[in-house]
T-cell receptor
Framework: EAQVTQNPRYLITVTGKKLTVTCSQN?????MSWYRQDPGLGLRQIYYSMNVEVTDKGDVPEGYKVSRKEKRNFPLILESPSPNQTSLYFC????????????FGPGTRLLVL | QKEVEQNSGPLSVPEGAIASLNCTYS??????FFWYRQYSGKSPELIMS????GDKEDGRFTAQLNKASQYVSLLIRDSQPSDSATYLCAVEPRSGGYNKLIFGAGTRLAVHP
């Protein structure tokens, strides 16, 4: 079954405690991306990757890091989380240049106290 | 001005009626346009894409695009309670080419029996 998986699905943490949200896809997609979704603001892109070892900033990259060492995985790293990073996070993957193939993961709800 | 604007709703329609969802965008050179449906607590799923002016029909859904007016809409005919969800409009800006999408904040649709 074609899918994008994220872990954990729910996370409560405290300010400053480093965390990683994993994302994995089994569709051999070149493109992967992280979004955050906040009420009234819609989905905003954090980082994206066009292929292994190729990553770039989206619209709201501050406070986040990513890496793409393998094609299937695209972890999101919060080195020092702050309360304003409390949000719903979605990972997505797709074929490069083919928007209609973009699949979203199930989401990770993060609360930073 | 937001890049992609939608009325947040809720838009309430009776079962069997036509629901009309609207979206405007600011980048006149935008290439491609998408409608995603997002059920509460779930990830967005693509339901329609449209690339040229006019109408595109798929089952009960019709997407309409007017690039001159920078306007895209989604019509849902014979609305069902299962259509109750938030509908996200997404636009590929002219500087795309790497799967970038700009999302609106979404319109919440409620279909009542």
């Amino acid at each position: 079954e074609a899918q994008v998986t994220q872990n954990p699905r729910y996370l409560i943490t405290v300010t400053g405690k480093k965390l990683t949200v994993t994302c994995s896809q089994n569709m051999n997609h070149e493109y992967m991306s992280w979004y955050r979704q906040d009420p009234g603001l819609g989905l905003r892109q954090i980082y994206y990757s066009m292929n292994v070892e190729v990553t770039d900033k989206g619209d709201v990259p501050e406070g986040y890091k990513v890496s793409r060492k393998e094609k299937r995985n695209f972890p999101l790293i919060l080195e020092s989380p702050s309360p304003n990073q409390t949000s719903l996070y979605f990972c997505a993957s797709g074929k490069q240049g083919a928007q209609e193939t973009q699949y979203f993961g199930p989401g990770t709800r993060l609360l930073v106290l | 001005q937001k890049e992609v604007e939608q009325n947040s709703g809720p838009l309430s329609v009776p079962e069997g009626a036509i629901a009309s969802l609207n979206c405007t965008y600011s980048d006149r050179g935008s290439q491609s346009f998408f409608w995603y449906r997002q059920y509460s607590g779930k990830s967005p799923e693509l339901i329609m894409s449209i690339y040229s002016n006019g109408d595109k029909e798929d089952g009960r859904f019709t997407a309409q695009l007017n690039k001159a007016s920078q306007y895209v809409s989604l019509l849902i005919r014979d609305s069902q309670p299962s259509d109750s969800a938030t509908y996200l409009c997404a636009v590929e800006p002219r500087s795309g080419g790497y799967n970038k999408l700009i999302f609106g904040a979404g319109t919440r649709l409620a279909v009542h029996p």
